[in-house]
């Protein structure tokens, strides 16, 4: 059974930094897509960033394009999303996906199948 455990939120002042991290168990990371997306209260979830399967193709959305780095660690079966110049608007509930395959896809709704319990970032001063 494919399972994903995210970690890493906090709270941090405008203009700082995070990083979440994204565990994978019951898959290797060459076998599956990983997806990161966010949901703040009462707005409808959005895709952040995504990796394929072999690592070599990433995408962002509009949003977090220059300050939000999508990477993995196959060692640990992990991937990253490396934050930076937070903003108050990037408040949210942040949740990685995955789905057997090569493809990753940040579109909305979210076609993955296996979702993480989600780590909370708060970006305020």
């Known amino acids: 059974q494919l399972q994903l455990v995210e970690s890493g939120g906090g709270w941090v002042q405008p203009g700082g930094s995070l990083r979440l991290s994204c565990v994978v168990s019951?898959?290797?990371?060459?076998?599956?897509?990983i997806g990161w997306f966010r949901q703040a209260p009462g707005k409808e979830r959005e895709g952040v960033s995504c990796i394929t399967s072999s690592g070599g193709s990433t995408r962002y959305a509009d949003s977090v394009k220059g300050r939000f780095t999508i990477s993995r660690d196959n060692a640990k079966n992990t991937v990253y999303l490396q934050t930076s110049n937070l903003k108050p608007e990037d408040t949210a509930s942040y949740y990685c996906?995955?789905?057997?395959?090569?493809?990753?896809?940040?579109?909305?709704?979210?076609?993955?199948?296996?979702w993480g319990q989600g780590t909370q970032v708060t970006v305020s001063s």
């Open positions: 019951g898959a290797t990371l060459d076998d599956v897509a």
């Open positions: 996906a995955a789905n057997p395959g090569f493809w990753c896809t940040i579109v909305v709704p979210p076609e993955y199948d296996y």
